[in-house]
């Protein structure tokens, strides 16, 4: 295998373990290459250089319906701890309330949305940090 195709062949598996690929399949001319991936942990693969900051993801509170917000117990405050199952807001939808939860313990890092905004189905209306 030549220099240049073996560089190839190398980038390529690094971006599918970064993307969680299973299988990779390259074909260059003459030459053909095949390789199943076995999973890798997270914790199993260097972050990056070491000099950035680990950051957790966000948990995200997201619309359940297509309609508008509404915030019978007030507008969240950025900072509030809030509990799984706590309610965030409602969405109206045809004169109908539904409850929209925090799907996790955390804190509000975000809240996007304000009184009477029109939402779609699975807007993330508010980032939230785990606690």
């Known amino acids: 295998m030549s220099g240049e195709l073996r560089e190839l062949v ?3 598996l690094t971006i599918a373990r970064d993307q ?3 299988e ?3 074909t260059v ?14 914790s199993a693969r260097p972050a990056g250089t070491g000099s950035e900051p680990v950051v957790p993801p966000a948990i995200l509170v997201k619309s359940t319906h297509v309609g508008y917000v ?7 405050e950025v900072g509030t ?3 799984a199952g706590d309610r965030f807001a409602v969405i109206a939808v045809l004169g109908i309330l539904n409850d929209v939860e925090y799907p996790s313990d955390g804190v509000i890092s975000e809240v996007l949305v ?6 779609d189905h699975a807007r993330v209306l508010a980032r939230l940090e785990a606690a």
């Not at 001319?29 to 997270?42: D, K």
């Not at 509404?70 to 969240?76: E, N």
């Open 70 to 76: 509404q915030f019978p117990d007030g507008v969240p």
């Open 20 to 22: 969680r690929y299973s």
């Open 10 to 12: 190398r980038h390529a």
């Open 24 to 26: 990779v399949e390259l």
């Open 114 to 119: 304000g009184p009477d905004d029109a939402v």
């Open 81 to 83: 701890a809030v509990k």
């Open 29 to 42: 001319g003459e030459a053909h290459f095949r390789a199943t991936l076995e999973p890798t942990r997270a």
